[in-house]
């Protein structure tokens, strides 16, 4: 089979062939039908995180081909989403399904699937354990296969911000790529708070506005945003900023435009740090860096998909063609999700 992998940092994924996998047991082969083409990817493409190569591609959903011995309570052909942040299953966190804060995270040989252990940028990927599938139900795993990270990591953010966004709060979604264009979505669908939305490009901008953001502001020039921003929430300043992007003009954006009491959620793996002085973020501001989501709230990702209330806008392309989308990722010059389909 074909499959999209990392080799070494610093170098574009290669393509190659490799056996078909065969699930040990307790294992699961999922026959991929889309696997997303994460920001994250790019980072882990760019730096030495993984001394070894793998297969990519850490946002999955596709059909059960095979059960490993002693796998239940599943059947070939059943549609799944994978659930992308593999704990060790064991721990408080895990038990909980809280993976993505698993406790023995640091002894872990892999983080997930596509990220240190094959991932689903092949035909077929091999998923160690049943507990980390999400049934479908009737939506297209093409289509949904964002919901496992683009919809979920912004769900998990939002969910646990929650109290701030009453009626007449202000919430600023910076960042409307792949994550941050279910992020508008989610908040729409979830809470009655005002929502400005903040890119650089126009074009993402726009997209926002289609989705149901109320105001956007171009962020290009941080000192005119900052001021655009600030006569758009007032004195009193924005209740919630999410960063989809994570650098440091961003950062620093949402430390100025929030008000006391407020909260920031930092998403994005951009490189900036956020600086801490009295009063700056403001006093009473509590600052977040949330990472993926829970297997239960991708269960709710997932329930609010499948009654209609957030999609992933995906652009759907071959396997093949994963080192050009890669790059056109890199550029900016994707709308929404790309989905690549082994
Ligand atoms: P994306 O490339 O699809 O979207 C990024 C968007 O940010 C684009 O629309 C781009 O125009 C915009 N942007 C870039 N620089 C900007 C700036 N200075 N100001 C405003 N907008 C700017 O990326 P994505 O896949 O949505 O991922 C977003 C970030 O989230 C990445 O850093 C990724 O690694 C990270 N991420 C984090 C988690 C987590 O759990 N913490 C999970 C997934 C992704
Ligand atoms: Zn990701
Ligand atoms: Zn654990």
């Given at each position: 089979m074909k499959a999209v992998r990392y080799v070494q940092a610093g170098r574009p994924p290669e393509i190659v062939d490799l056996p078909?996998?065969?699930?040990?047991p307790g294992q699961v082969l999922l026959r991929v039908a889309g696997a997303g083409v994460c920001h994250s990817d790019l980072h882990v493409l760019d730096h030495p995180m993984f001394p070894h190569a793998f297969t990519l591609g850490h946002e999955n959903a596709g059909h059960i081909a095979a059960l490993g011995e002693g796998v239940a309570g599943w059947k070939e052909g059943d549609a799944v989403a994978v659930y992308g942040p593999w704990g060790c299953g064991h721990c408080h966190a895990c038990q909980g399904s809280a993976e993505n804060y698993c406790e023995q995270h640091a002894s872990l040989p892999v983080m997930g699937g596509g990220l240190g252990a094959d991932g689903g940028m092949a035909e077929y990927m091999i998923v160690p354990s049943p507990r980390l599938l999400v049934p479908l139900g009737k939506l297209d795993p093409v289509q949904a296969a964002p919901l496992s990270d683009a919809a979920l990591t912004p769900y998990h953010a939002i969910k646990a911000a929650l109290p701030?966004?009453?009626?007449?709060?202000?919430?600023?979604?910076?960042?409307?790529?792949?994550?941050?264009?279910?992020?508008?979505?989610?908040?729409?669908?979830?809470t009655p708070a005002r929502l400005i939305a903040c890119d650089i490009d126009e074009a993402k901008l726009a997209h926002a506005r289609a989705l149901g953001a109320d105001h956007t502001v171009n962020t290009r020039d941080a000192k005119q945003a900052a001021e655009a921003l600030r006569a758009l929430v007032g004195a009193r300043g924005a209740d919630v900023a999410l960063d989809f992007v994570g650098a440091q003009p961003t950062v620093d954006l949402c430390a100025r435009i929030v008000g006391r009491a407020s909260r920031i959620a930092v998403v994005g793996l951009g490189g900036g740090t956020l600086h801490y002085a009295a009063n700056q973020p403001p006093y009473g501001c509590e600052v977040s860096v949330p990472y993926w989501g829970s297997r239960t709230e991708l269960m709710e990702v997932i329930a609010l998909a499948e009654a209609g209330r957030i999609h992933a806008e995906v652009e759907a392309f071959p396997l093949e063609q994963a080192v050009d989308v890669y790059q056109r990722l890199r550029e900016g010059r994707i709308q929404g999700r790309a989905v690549l389909m082994p």
């Open positions: 078909t996998p065969t699930p040990g701030w966004l009453r009626p007449g709060a202000d919430v600023v979604v910076i960042g409307i790529g792949g994550l941050g264009h279910m992020a508008v979505q989610l908040l729409k669908a979830l």
